[in-house]
């Protein structure tokens, strides 16, 4: 069994129209939300093994917020890959960079996370599922079980019978309200 948990940044800041949007930084909100995230993950004991973050200025600022209160840093690849990329492209990363660890985070962007989620689980609390599939918003995390021995066996040529279990997924807005 592999855990995958996956974030999607947090809220960018769009006051810059000339910015390039890989340079867009994080919003006022999104500069809030991200910790809230990061103490959750590690009061849950959800800390991963491995990090994999794309290199967009939105989702280093995000690692970074969610991280800095944990006690150990995770090994983390910061990947230009990751900018924008597809499920496919996210499977495959994981499956370049998973080796031997039990738990990788990817920091990423939808539609790619939210998709992503989609195709991998089809088990776990029904409502839950309907929440995350309607709408993958910012500083969202999906923590999900797959039923694999090796992130090598993570191949989109088997997305049709993944069995991912949602074990949790998590809003701002849920853990602001004190859950």
Same mark, same amino acid.
């Given at each position: ?108 962007? /939808? ?10 689980? /089809? ?39 993944? /069995? ?16």
């Amino acid at each position: 069994m592999k855990r995958l948990m996956l974030l999607r940044h947090a809220k960018s800041a769009r006051d810059q129209p000339d910015l390039p949007d890989a340079e867009r930084p994080l919003a006022k909100r999104g500069i809030k939300a991200a910790p809230l995230v990061g103490r959750y993950i590690m009061a849950e004991g959800l800390i991963p093994d491995l990090v994999l973050c794309s290199a967009a200025v939105r989702a280093k600022q995000t690692w970074d917020l969610v991280s800095a209160a944990w006690p150990h840093q995770p090994r983390r690849q910061q990947l230009a890959s990751l900018y924008m990329a597809t499920p496919r492209e996210m499977l495959s990363t994981a499956r370049e960079y998973g080796g031997d660890t039990d738990s990788i985070l990817i920091v990423g962007h /939808n539609p790619g996370i939210g998709d992503l989620a989609t195709w991998l689980v /089809n088990q776990g609390d029904a409502g839950e599922i309907t929440r995350m599939q309607r709408k993958f918003s910012t500083a969202a995390l999906a923590v999900i079980d797959l039923p694999i021995e090796s992130w090598r066996d993570f191949r989109d040529t088997t997305v049709s019978a993944w /069995n991912g279990q949602l074990v949790r997924f998590v809003v701002p807005q849920d853990l602001a309200a004190g859950i």
